[in-house]
């Protein structure tokens, strides 16, 4: 079956560094969809990429939809201790439902 | 506008209980996911389902678990004889359509089922 795998598992940085996730699929995806959660908290949806090879932006969140679309990446930019939460890709293929990665948890440090 | 409702919040069964789990979607939406979260872990998706249909129940185990969403009502998610494994967050989301693009799904609170 389809897989979603999500690199790295666990980062942590100080506040103001970069932060970079990647998601890659075992099969060719319709679209990709992006979730932050935070501790004790539930997924919220960031933004979904549908088109080959897409770059979308939102403030400091820079997401790229791979041109053969069974890879996707979220970066941040200058972190802030805001940006706590695990991060999840979750990828649609067909008419499946959702594959979600198994998220990168991020930590800041002030 | 209520987002996704779950209740209850949190649930405590023992060993060989029931648990039900209800969602609530967003007013409008049609279709309805359930996903399960081990601490630590990712969502693994369960089932999805419409209005009285289950579209894709593909991640649900075969036995003791159920779901269903009748044409009045909230969906549930019921897990019969529950054992210390099925301990997990379980979350529910909806969205306006079915899959594609352009339908984001919304997710609840989650419910966090605790079996001693």
């Known amino acids: 079956g389809q897989q979603v795998m999500q690199i790295p598992q666990y980062q942590h940085v100080q506040e103001g560094e970069d932060f970079t996730t990647y998601c890659n699929s075992s099969t060719t995806l319709s679209n990709i969809q992006w979730y932050k959660q935070r501790p004790g908290g539930h997924p919220v949806f960031l933004i979904q990429?549908?088109?080959?090879?897409e770059v979308k932006k939102q403030k400091r969140l820079t997401f790229q939809f791979g041109e053969a679309k069974k890879n996707s990446s979220l970066h941040i930019t200058a972190t802030q201790t805001t940006d706590v939460g695990t991060y999840f890709c979750a990828g649609e293929a067909g008419r499946r439902a959702l594959t979600f990665g198994s998220g990168t948890r991020l930590q800041v440090q002030p | 506008n209520a987002g996704v409702m779950q209740n209850p919040r949190h649930l405590v069964r023992r060993r060989g209980q029931e648990a039900r789990l209800r969602c609530s979607p967003m007013k409008g939406h049609s279709h309805v996911y359930w996903y399960r979260q081990l601490p630590e872990e990712g969502l693994k998706f369960m089932v999805y389902l419409q209005k009285e249909n289950i579209i894709d129940e593909s991640g649900m185990p075969k036995e003791r678990f159920s779901a269903e969403f009748p044409k009045e009502g909230p969906s549930i998610l019921r897990i019969q004889q529950v054992v210390r494994g099925d301990s997990a967050a379980y979350f529910c989301?909806?969205?306006?359509?079915?899959?594609?693009?352009?339908?984001?799904?919304?997710f609840g609170p989650g419910t966090r089922l605790t079996v001693l």
């Open positions: 989301a909806s969205s306006p359509g079915g899959l594609g693009p352009y339908n984001e799904q919304f």
């Open positions: 990429l549908v088109k080959s090879g």
